[in-house]
């Protein structure tokens, strides 16, 4: 009995610190938010199909029972995939479970199943109640409490005070307790009268106070106002619960609470799949019913989902946008683009990629990063024309800048300089004619700056040179 009440009111203080209020009763279970995002790893996982008993593993409850296990700790409900907890029905001894009860928490932590899934007894230490006005108190094999036989009385027994005393109807009465005086240890005494309050009504059998706080006078009436004055109770109008008929199943007081069961909540996240256009009882609608992690003000994540609600898949989140890059340079085609969190297969950060074909041999090659000159053009199509390939900028613009660079352009005499015979210039080029161009891809000579006599001058360098671009 002590364990099962210390459960209660461990379970009444997580509600209040949680909430703040009256708590919300989701599926007949109080319930937190999971504001812990399972993708990738929510249950559905390979290894069994739908029809799978005896804890199978189903990677997707479409077809599975309730109950079906779909993954560590998860189970199918109504075609869903959801983390187990306490209430469902499942015990799960790797989440502390030890036992379920039947139809759900029914409030009642002695009837051998406490709502949080624990034994209400396994030894009768658990039952007892430390008081020896009472008997001895046991745990059956169903786990709940028996009372002990009390001793008949007059039975000597130590009071609260450590006092001698006997017992009276099952309560221990300090032997100097009633006779008039408040004694050492004694708050008060029932015969003396209390001429310090003028009542006697707020005096207990063991010489204490009825109360001292209006804590100690809610116990028993969790849903009526309770106020303390010269320690006796008193008590105002009950509070009142009541459902609303579009949005919960019932209302009622536990714990000093109203409690709301909504009327429909598929995946158990605490919102409605019902629109019941009334956000102070049940908050805005869920958007996902199916979906534990999809509710209004859940955390948003990039997967393509509207996780919190507000009407924008992936808002908020890390995405960016992706270029096809067909032929693995790492630059892609601008106009081939992909927004997504994760980047796609086949698909880079970089664009700027003006060929990129995965079908033309010489597409690798060409990108913005491109420093190298290339002697053949970057394209078939380029025509040759008077020994060189046309001078266009889809045959040699192999970096992308949207011009054609040759790696030499052509030299002139006042190119080169120098004096007291040293040749200071280092220059290489190709000699053009007046009013000739220079096409990449062609073979001319190339020349470099040279030394004749005392003159800089240039001259033949090497023949026969390819002329290459970018």
């Known amino acids: 009995m002590l364990r099962t009440r210390l459960a209660w009111f461990s379970s009444f203080v997580i509600c209040l610190a949680a909430l703040g209020g009256c708590s919300l009763l989701v599926d007949s279970t109080l319930s937190d938010k999971k504001s812990t995002t399972d993708a990738g790893q929510d249950g559905r996982v390979d290894g069994g199909d739908a029809g799978d008993t005896d804890g199978a593993v189903v990677s997707d409850c479409e077809g599975a029972k309730n109950k079906d296990k779909c993954g560590d700790n998860s189970f199918c409900f109504n075609g869903v995939c959801i983390p187990s907890e306490c209430g469902d029905g499942i015990v799960v001894e790797s989440l502390g479970e ?3 009860e039947s139809g759900g928490p029914n409030g009642d932590d002695d009837d051998g199943c406490t709502d949080l899934c624990r034994f209400s007894c396994e030894a009768n230490a658990d039952c007892s109640d430390n008081m020896e006005c009472t008997g001895e108190e046991t745990c059956g094999s169903d786990h709940t409490c028996s009372a002990g036989t009390a001793p008949i009385d007059g039975t000597e027994c130590t009071a609260f005070n450590g006092k001698s005393g006997e017992c009276h109807n099952q309560v221990c009465v300090p032997s100097d307790c009633g006779n008039g005086t408040v004694n050492t240890g004694e708050e008060c005494d029932p015969a003396s009268g209390n001429a310090n309050t003028g009542s006697e009504t707020n005096c207990t059998n063991l010489c204490t106070w009825v109360c001292e706080s209006a804590s100690e006078c809610a116990a028993d009436l969790q ?3 309770a106020t303390c004055t010269n320690h006796e109770c008193n008590f105002g109008d009950p509070v009142a ?6 949005c919960e199943v019932d209302g009622g007081c536990v714990g000093g609470q109203c409690q709301k069961t909504l009327v429909q ?3 158990r996240d605490g919102f409605s799949g019902v629109d019941c256009h009334d956000d102070e009882i049940t908050g805005p609608p869920d958007c996902d019913d199916n979906d534990p992690n999809t509710y209004p003000g859940a955390k948003e994540i990039c997967d393509g989902k509207d996780n919190d609600c507000n009407g924008t898949k992936d808002d908020n989140t890390s995405k960016q946008d992706w270029y096809e890059d067909q032929d693995g340079d790492g630059f892609g085609n601008e106009k081939n683009v ?14 700027g990629d003006c060929q990129d074909a995965s079908s033309i041999t010489s597409s690798p090659d060409v990108n913005p990063s491109q420093t190298k000159y290339f002697g053949n053009p970057r394209a078939s199509a380029c025509v040759l024309k008077e020994g060189g390939y046309s001078q266009v900028t889809a045959c040699w613009d192999y970096n992308c800048n ?4 040759p790696q030499y352009g052509a030299i002139k005499a006042a190119d080169c300089s120098g004096s007291l015979g040293i040749c200071t210039t280092k ?3 190709f000699a053009l004619a007046k009013g000739e161009t220079l096409l990449c891809g062609q073979k001319r000579d190339l020349y470099a700056c040279k030394l004749e006599g005392l003159t800089c001058v240039p001259a033949l360098y090497q023949r026969d040179v390819i002329v290459a671009c970018r």
């Open 338 to 351: 992909m927004n997504a969190c994760a980047q796609p297969n086949g698909y880079v950060a970089a664009a």
């Open 265 to 267: 909540d598929n995946d």
């Open 402 to 405: 949207g011009g054609v660079e």
């Open 98 to 100: 030890e036992c379920e």
């Open 427 to 429: 220059v290489r080029g």
């Open 241 to 246: 619960c009541s459902a609303d008929p579009d």
């Open 223 to 225: 849903c009526m106002p």
